[in-house]
């Protein structure tokens, strides 16, 4: 679902690079955990898989597709995210102007699907991730809990082949953040998706199938 | 993609009510005012045309007397009447007269009934009893708004000419509205004259005839006096007329417009960056980077399709209330007072829509740019983030090039003549001084509080003073629209007030009388100048002038002919000279012409000029440039001495009297007697002074309105970005608590940088609005509407404007900074929403 | 277009001057006896109340079955005579021109102006303008001849007239009685079978003209008397170089109220006829759809033993307006048979309207 080789990144004026020939691949309804101190790099690796920055050297290849996300301009790579990719962001970045329904309908908005099947989607995946019902709720409503579950469901929604996480319990307490953990890990297993989830916790990566470690010499 | 567009489009004019339901107002306010100007005008117009195509009939050419005292030669008319290109040949004798003595002047239309019913058959009378037989007999006709006011036995009387007759009937096809009496040219010839000829011809040719060889043909066989007009011309001249006034009005609602346009530039550059979380989201899900540009843009449209179709709607309203209130001309005072219908056509109306969309584009151009580039991950984290400048030497450097090009720019736009008489360059040296303003917000405010940044100041007092030369983008649009519509207020209190100096100066100068009499352009009873003479009238003085017209370019409107009793070695003692007088040489005929001639025909002092005067040519000699705001087509003076020896009658119109000392009360009763019988007009020249002043005062009330609205929006403008620059910031506001602030003190830093924002846009529209003053009378007047002024800049209505402002923008700011401090700031530095 | 429109026809002329009483205007009156001298006595004649110049003629091609007609009207309305000005409208010149065609309508075209504003004439010789129309005579002896043109948007004519007979003085040596009354009489001139050459037009169709027109110049005061109500009047150019003119003054009831002929056989010889001679008999009348007029355009004229008819190469060739006064009359282009044969043209007034003369 993701295969990463020789990728490279030096920030301008940096000494040295923040990290070079980086290769690593996220297999289906894998989950990886990406760790390391703060610094070392997590959120720009992240940004260059996403293709929101671009890398100096190697390859980003997601899902089936053979465009290298690391090569596309701007706009390509806006697109190739919004077929093959699915975000869940720490501060949950649920759009407060739209409902909940609305916010799921985003990404299948971007992929051009026949709103016919918007609906019934939907509200599976309302359902899935215990939230049927709040279709029509707004984000000021719900709970950090609530939101990010949100999230879950507006990242799986147009069935991607990549889960990229930031954080995804960072700003939960502890309970609703393992209820939100396992609930990630469930549909995301069950989509056949890979996932990539950066995180400090200990508890969240121990819970992933692999965990790569991120340091200044390299991935461990 | 189109659904989610419309999503946050409903969802942003949702949270942002006041804000879109004003950024719509103002452009519609900005549509409005140009469709109405454009509707009442053309209306105006056509009603001119319609009428004048009446009177006139619709002839190709016109052959007449360039002044009131020359004529068209029988032997030219015979001459015409031969060739064959001719079709129709009408002579016309016009002039006007006093019924009676009734106080009412109306037109007299001599006409040759064989030639008027092909060409001008609205002025006949109908056939029944023989009403051609009595129109050759020498009955005159009138037209229905006439008819029912006058007897069937009547005096028609012009000057010392009385010409007894009867009404033979009306004319039920004339001009409603028009006062006019119609009788057989012959004898109106025989009463009024002139003497060996006509006033006029109108021609209508073969419709195969080539005009401009026809025109060419004849025009070196018309004798001096005579000029040759074709349709095109009298059109020209019709439009000529109010167009100063009319592009006047149009700039003004252009103004409006771009107001309307920096509206929605403020509204969208606050969405943008109060969303730029948002859009970063969305574009990190794969909304492509075209897409977020074209949002801004469609939301800006999204302003103006609704503000420009109300626009039209209000427009409309307007153009009808204000044609049945104050007439076509909007008070102008161009065209008949009747109310013409208002003709409401689609390709105009889809024109000021376009306008009005087009403007609220513009408005979200830059927005949708900035949202365009904004780089997503950072966004995401962060929020939008504020271009910060760079290198301060460079920029400097930058600006200081670009003021200096933008300064030269002006000036010499401001050098440009007026092009097709409109002064295109005054309007862009305006733009430019804008501009200028604008681009000269950063240096002003280091120059300014630059010293302060180094200097001890309290915490809050210093942030301030930080977050100001940091130059934050918010801090400059906040400026820009206080800069422009400060600008544009003191430009205009400026202009009004400089021209209502010099008008009340000017009336000092041209009523040295105490009393006077008018009677527009139609000769004073004989009668009257007689008893005027008596030993016993209670007048000491008397000075008599005439008043008529000459044509000098049959494309414009005629120029006014001055006949005054004048004193040629002392002209400056009845005329306000803005210039140098030169002595004329004994041998030489002085004229002094105003100074709208020597805008728009380019006379100097000292030149000699050939004036189309009793027919033939008349070298005279230009003796001086007087200022004269009642004639906007322009005056020359002549001295009826020279007037009379020239070969000329002389016959008053206007009266300049001064009553014997102890009589003035006898005096002005008698005058208001002789006036009220006669119908002509008299007044002490102090209620001339009022009347004058009264009337500008109205007809300048509109731009006050229009600074009331500049001032508003411009506020607005600095509120709105104001409040959006403290929410933007309301994370360093959060941080700033949690370090120890209170909220007095966040209070008073935030307080302090609205006023200092404030106080450098009000310090630069201060500037710029009197140099937009400036340009306005020393340029833009000039050229359209051929008036001069001295500059006043009327510091005591500026001040307190400016005063009220910096307090409405401290207020604003502080309303902005309590709404900004009451989020908990744990739950701002948390990042949450 | 709807336009209001003067009717400026011969027939309204005249009616300009019937609210006054002639005593204002001094007209003069024409004298039997009076020797007419030419060619001053081919201007005008501005003391009389009426004048007119009229042409009238037959064009050869393709057959004689196109005619044409110009005139000018002189009328001293009795208008404006004590004003003071040099545009006074006291001489109304008035100029129409028609072409006929058969199986055409009747095209037509006017002209009306005041001397000064657009008309003149001279009292010397023939020469009158209206507007860019005028005729006039050129050349004297061998090279005399008649010039004419009037050019408008429907029609134009171009045309020089050569004579190939003498003048025809009407009546006793030009003076051509109308009534009973001696006032009742007219000078009156004709010079027939001319000789025609030039162009004429309709519309924008120009072609070469050949033929033989007929001129009339006939000047007075008073014609009609009352109770009489219009004329029928024919001038003929005969085939065989003869000519014949005739007329009678008619009252309502359609009798003749006084008449006259003359024919000028191809020798020169002339015979005249008197009231009493001549009869005035309809064969077939058009009646216009305009007005209801009914016109005897077959007209049977008997004189001596001579027996013609007219035959009209177009039925409607009437001049006809509704506006501002319903007054019309027919004038046109005749065939002439019977013991003469030739064309010339018929007119025919007082059918539609009473002629208030």
């Known amino acids: 679902m993701l295969s990463v080789t020789g990728l490279g990144k030096r920030h301008p004026g ?120 709040f279709g029509s709720r707004w984000p000021a409503s719900l709970s950090g809990g609530e939101l990010q579950r949100v999230a879950i469901a507006r990242a799986l929604v147009h069935r991607p082949s990549l889960i990229l996480a930031d954080e995804p319990t960072g700003n939960l307490d502890p309970r609703t953040a393992d209820e939100v953990l396992s609930l990630l890990l469930e549909r995301v297993r069950a989509s056949h998706a890979g996932a990539l989830i950066v995180t400090h916790s200990q508890h969240v990566a121990q819970a992933c199938d692999r965990i790569l470690a991120l340091t200044p010499e390299g991935l461990r | 993609m189109m659904r989610l567009g419309w999503w946050l489009i409903r969802a942003q004019f949702l949270a942002r009510r006041g804000a879109t339901a004003l950024s719509m107002l103002a452009i519609a306010l900005g549509v409005a005012l140009g469709y109405a100007i454009h509707l009442i005008n053309d209306a105006a117009l056509a009603d001119f045309s319609r009428a004048m ?54 037109r007299l239309i001599g006409l040759d009934p064989f030639s008027a019913a092909q060409l001008m058959p609205m002025l006949l009378p109908d056939q029944a009893n023989d009403a051609m037989g009595r129109l050759l007999d020498g009955a005159v006709f009138a037209s229905p708004a006439l008819a029912a006011k006058v007897g069937a036995d009547t005096t028609v009387i012009r000057g010392a000419a009385r010409w007894q007759t009867h009404i033979g009937g009306e004319l039920p096809a004339a001009p409603a509205g028009e006062r006019l009496l119609v009788a057989d040219i012959a004898w109106v010839q025989a009463h009024f004259g002139p003497r060996e000829g006509v006033g006029e011809i109108r021609i209508r040719l073969h419709p195969e005839t080539p005009l401009a060889a026809w025109r060419a043909s004849w025009a070196p066989k018309l004798p001096a006096g005579i000029e040759l007009r074709a349709a095109a011309d009298n059109q020209a001249r019709v439009s000529n007329i109010s167009r100063a006034y009319r592009v006047n009005l149009n700039v003004l609602a252009m103004v409006a417009l771009l107001t309307g346009a920096f509206l929605v530039f403020a509204t969208q550059l606050t969405a943008v960056a109060q969303r730029s979380t948002q859009f970063a989201l969305l574009g990190v899900l794969g909304l492509p980077p075209r897409q977020r540009l074209l949002q801004v ?55 000021f829509f376009a306008l009005g969309c087009l403007a609220s584009l513009l408005g979200a151009l830059y927005p949708a740019w900035l949202n365009r580039i904004q780089p997503l991950a950072q966004a995401l984290k962060t929020g939008f983030a504020q271009r910060q400048r760079p290198g301060a030497g460079h920029a400097l450097g930058r600006d ?39 681009v000269s917000a950063p240096l002003a405010t280091r120059a300014l509080f630059g010293a302060l940044a180094r200097a001890w100041l309290p915490a809050p007092q210093k942030i301030a003073v930080q977050n100001i030369l940091q130059a934050p983008l918010m801090a400059q649009v906040a400026a820009s629209g206080l800069i422009v519509s400060f600008a544009l207020t ?20 041209v009523l040295p009388a105490p009393f006077y009499m008018r009677s527009k352009a139609v000769p004073l009873p004989a009668e009257l100048l007689a008893d005027l003479a008596r030993p016993d009238s209670p007048f000491l003085r008397v000075e008599r002038m005439a008043a008529s017209s000459f044509s000098l370019d049959p494309q414009r409107p005629a120029v006014a002919l001055l006949v005054r009793e004048i004193d040629r070695r002392q002209p400056g003692a009845r005329l306000p000279f803005s210039g140098a007088v030169i ?82 009360a006898v005096a002005q009763s008698w005058l208001r007697g002789e006036a009220q019988r006669l119908g002509v007009e008299a007044a002490a020249s102090g209620e001339i002074r009022e009347l004058s002043l009264s009337i500008f005062d109205k007809s300048f009330a509109i731009t006050h309105a229009l600074e009331a609205a500049a001032m508003l929006i411009g506020l607005f403008g600095l509120a709105v970005t104001l409040a959006a620059s403290i929410w933007l910031r309301a994370r360093e506001l959060a941080t700033l608590a949690a370090l120890g602030f209170d909220r007095a003190m966040l209070g008073r830093a935030v307080v302090l940088e609205g006023a200092m924002i404030a106080g450098i846009g009000l310090l630069l529209g201060l500037a710029c609005g009197i140099g937009v003053g400036a340009i306005l009378t020393e340029v833009v007047n000039p050229q359209a509407f051929h008036w001069r002024m001295p500059l006043r800049v009327p510091w005591t209505q500026v001040l307190p404007v400016a005063g009220l402002t910096l307090l409405a923008a401290m207020l604003a700011s502080g309303i902005a900074a309590r709404q900004a401090t009451r ?8 990042g949450a929403q | 277009m709807d336009r209001r429109q003067f009717l400026l026809t011969p027939l309204l002329l005249p009616a300009l001057a019937t609210a006054r009483p002639p005593a204002v205007a001094a007209y003069a009156t024409p004298k039997r006896g009076h020797v007419l001298r030419f060619p001053a006595d081919h201007g005008a004649h501005p003391k009389f109340r009426t004048e007119w110049w009229y042409v009238t003629g037959v064009l050869d091609a393709p057959r004689a079955e196109l005619g044409f007609q110009l005139t000018f009207f002189r009328t001293r309305s009795g208008r404006a005579e004590q004003l003071d000005s040099p545009l006074a409208a006291r001489q109304i010149l008035f100029a129409h021109a028609a072409i006929s065609r058969a199986g055409d309508r009747l095209r037509h075209a006017e002209r009306a102006a005041r001397t000064g504003l657009g008309a003149s004439y001279s009292t010397s010789d023939c020469a009158v303008q209206v507007g860019s129309w005028h005729m006039r005579r050129e050349g004297q002896g061998d090279g005399e001849r008649l010039r004419l043109r009037a050019e408008d948007r429907v029609l134009g004519l171009d045309l020089t007239l050569t004579p190939t007979q003498p003048l025809l003085l009407q009546g006793d040596g030009g003076w051509s009685q109308k009534g009973t009354r001696p006032e009742l009489a007219s000078h009156y001139v004709s010079w027939p079978q001319l000789q025609v050459e030039g162009r004429w037009r309709v519309e924008e169709h120009s072609h070469a003209a050949k033929g033989h027109a007929w001129f009339d110049h006939e000047w007075s005061s008073e014609v009609l008397d009352r109770g009489s109500v219009g004329w029928d009047w024919i001038g003929i150019n005969l085939d065989d170089g003869g000519v014949l003119m005739a007329f009678r003054i008619r009252d309502a009831t359609g009798a003749t109220v006084h008449a006259h002929a003359c024919l000028r056989e191809a020798s020169g010889r002339i015979q005249r006829y008197a009231s009493a001679e001549l009869s005035f008999v309809p064969l077939s009348h058009w009646q216009s759809p305009r007005n209801g007029a009914r016109y005897p355009v077959q007209l049977e004229i008997r004189f001596g033993q001579h027996a013609v008819r007219t035959r009209p190469v ?23 048979e019977g013991s003469l044969h030739g064309h010339g043209y018929l007119e025919m007034t007082g059918y539609a309207a009473s002629m208030a003369l």
Request: proline fraction near 6%; glycine fraction near 10%; charged fraction near 15%.
């Open chain 2, 583 to 664: 002595d004329v040489a004994p041998t030489e005929i002085p004229v002094w012409v105003s100074e709208a001639m020597q805008e728009v025909h380019g006379i100097a002092v000292g030149q000699q000029l050939r004036l189309p005067l009793l027919g033939r040519d008349v070298e005279v000699t230009v003796g001086g440039i007087w200022r004269d705001y009642a004639r906007q087509f322009g005056a020359v003076v002549m001295s009826a001495d020279d007037y009379l020896a020239l070969g000329g009658h002389f016959e008053a119109t206007d009266l300049a009297l001064w009553p014997r000392p102890g009589q003035e």
């Open chain 2, 490 to 509: 003191v430009s205009m209190v400026t202009m009004v007030s400089s021209f209502r100096t010099a008008l009340d100066q000017w009336l000092d100068a």
């Open chain 2, 53 to 106: 195509k009446a009177v006139q009939g619709e002839p190709d050419v016109v052959i007449a007397a360039r002044d009131g005292a020359g004529h068209v030669p029988l032997a030219l008319i015979d001459l015409l009447s031969r060739d064959e290109a001719v079709a129709v040949l009408a002579p016309v004798i016009e002039t006007r007269v006093r019924i009676g003595d009734t106080p009412m002047l109306v």
């Open chain 3, 314 to 336: 177009l039925d409607d060739q009437e001049i006809a307006s509704r506006r501002p006064l319903p007054i019309s009359y027919w004038e046109g282009l005749v065939e002439l």
């Open chain 2, 400 to 438: 200081l090039l670009l003021i200096l090009v933008l300064t030269v720019g002006a000036l010499a736009l401001t050098r440009v003549p007026a092009i097709a008489d409109l002064p295109l360059g005054g309007y862009a040296a305006i733009t430019l001084l804008l501009i200028l303003g604008i």
């Open chain 2, 297 to 351: 843009l469609v939301e800006g449209l999204a302003i103006g399709v609704p503000g420009s179709a109300g626009g039209l709607l209000l427009g409309f309203g307007l153009a009808t209330g204000f044609t049945r209130v104050l007439g076509g001309d909007l008070g102008g005072g161009f065209f008949s007072a009747a109310s013409p219908e208002i003709d409401a056509q689609t390709l105009p109306a889809a024109g």
């Open chain 1, 14 to 133: 940096a000494a040295r690079p923040l990290f070079s020939e980086l290769r690593f691949a996220v297999g289906a309804g894998e989950v990886v955990a990406l760790v390391g101190e703060s610094g070392v790099g997590k959120s720009t690796l992240l940004n260059c898989i996403a293709g929101l920055e671009p890398a100096d050297t190697g390859t980003v290849l997601v899902g089936p597709d053979a465009a290298d996300m690391a090569r596309l301009d701007e706009a390509a790579a806006a697109a190739l995210r919004a077929r093959r990719i699915g975000f869940v962001f720490q501060a949950f970045h649920v759009l407060p102007t739209l409902n909940v329904a609305q916010n799921i309908a985003v990404p299948l908005l971007l992929n051009g699907i026949d709103a016919a099947e918007h609906p019934a989607r939907i509200e599976e995946l309302l359902a899935r991730v215990g939230l049927a019902g």
């Open chain 2, 823 to 830: 989020m908990p700031a744990a739950r701002i530095l948390a």
